[in-house]
Nanobody, 124 residues
Framework: QVQLVESGGGLVQAGGSLRLSCVASGRTFVSYAWFRQAPGKEREFVAGIAFPSRVTITHYEDSVKGRFTISGDNARNTVYLQMDNLKPEDTAVYYC?????????????????WGQGTQVTVSS
């Protein structure tokens, strides 16, 4: 059974940092992404990473460029999201997603598995 488990969320003050982790089990994927959903808003793409052949490709949503870093160990089916200089508008439930397609940015429908989400709250 395929399962994605996120961890690392919590409460942090503006300007602080958090590191989210996602571990996949059940099969090996070639790309992962982090999405987030704030209260009353649609879920949005945050960052993605793909491992086509021996290359690692990343992609970021504009508002997190320079503040968030996605990384991963495909051999261990693990991906991370390092979030620095957090802002109150980053407050959301963060979801890990995985795909069999080797691209760093895909539509939600192209991700084959999703985690349950982890809450990130940034206070001002």
């Amino acid at each position: 059974q395929v399962q994605l488990v996120e961890s690392g969320g919590g409460l942090v003050q503006a300007g602080g940092s958090l590191r989210l982790s996602c571990v996949a089990s059940g099969r090996t994927f070639v790309s992962y992404a982090w999405f987030r959903q704030a209260p009353g808003k649609e879920r949005e793409f945050v960052a993605g990473i793909a491992f086509p052949s021996r290359v690692t490709i990343t992609h970021y949503e504009d508002s997190v460029k320079g503040r968030f870093t996605i990384s991963g160990d495909n051999a261990r089916n693990t991906v991370y999201l390092q979030m620095d200089n957090l802002k109150p508008e980053d407050t959301a439930v963060y979801y890990c997603a995985s795909s069999l397609r080797p691209y760093a940015e895909l539509t939600e429908a192209e991700y084959h598995a999703w985690g349950q989400g982890t809450q990130v709250t940034v206070s001002s």
